[in-house]
């Protein structure tokens, strides 16, 4: 079975440019989420999907991050436009449908943004 | 709010010696309770999750660990650590209703010497 797959794998971009990240779920999977993993922190939600639906955003950053799942498969998340603090591994991870029972969530290998 | 405190940043242990790695966790209910690790340049793999039953949990890689209500601790345990175990390792926790989301902890990085 294949896994979660996210490209680009690294991305350097200057301050006030814009960025997109892809992600391919596991097949079947209808929950999709984004985290933003930051040096020396733990992961961090900033959006979860149920199938095309958004489930919780409450800690995207709105005014600058934005993201779609089109068609309830792939995922894209996109910077506009960038700052130094969201250099950072932005992981993908995706599960069946968990919004009554728990279904554990798989990751991608994640992509690693640096702003310069 | 649920909220995960891993309380050591960094771990040195020497090969074929017993690890425990600390874990604590707010939540105002009983929570789901995770342990991942993280390899560089690789997304997050579970090693084991505790929901209910059962407060000692089998995972992969001969890991285990203790759920401790009393504490409010999930502490991640392996009798003996092997060269390959070097990693980040994250405690989560997650609602149990809602949106399956997860709350992580800062990690605890592991390194082992020969």
């Known amino acids: 079975e294949a896994g979660v797959a996210q490209s680009p794998r690294y991305k350097i971009i200057e301050k006030r440019q814009s960025v997109a990240f892809w992600c391919n779920p596991i097949?079947?999977?209808?929950?999709l989420y984004w985290y933003q993993q930051i040096l020396g922190q733990g992961p961090k939600l900033l959006i979860q999907?149920?199938?095309?639906?958004?489930?919780?955003d409450s800690q995207l950053p709105k005014d600058r991050f934005s993201a779609e799942r089109l068609k309830g498969v792939d995922s894209t998340l996109k910077i506009q436009p960038a700052k130094l603090e969201d250099s950072a591994v932005y992981l993908c991870a995706s599960s069946l449908e968990g919004t009554s029972v728990y279904y554990e969530q798989y990751f991608g290998p994640g992509t690693r943004l640096t702003v310069t | 709010a649920q909220s995960v405190t891993q309380p050591d940043i960094h771990i040195t242990v020497s090969e074929g010696a017993s690890l425990e790695l600390r874990c604590n966790y707010s939540y105002g209910a009983t929570p789901y309770l995770f342990w991942y690790v993280q390899s560089p340049g690789q997304g997050l793999q579970l090693l084991l999750k505790?929901?209910?039953?059962?407060?000692l949990v089998q995972g992969i890689k001969g890991f285990e660990a203790e759920f401790k209500r009393s504490q409010s601790s999930f502490n991640l345990r392996k009798p003996s650590v092997h060269w390959s175990d070097a990693a980040e390792y994250f405690c989560?926790?997650?609602?149990?209703?809602?949106?399956?989301?997860?709350?992580f902890g800062t990690g605890t990085r592991l390194t082992v010497i020969p």
């Open positions: 097949s079947g999977h209808a929950t």
């Open positions: 989560a926790v997650g609602a149990q209703t809602g949106a399956n989301n997860l709350f």
């Open positions: 505790y929901f209910s039953g059962d407060t």
């Open positions: 999907f149920q199938n095309n639906g958004v489930v919780d």
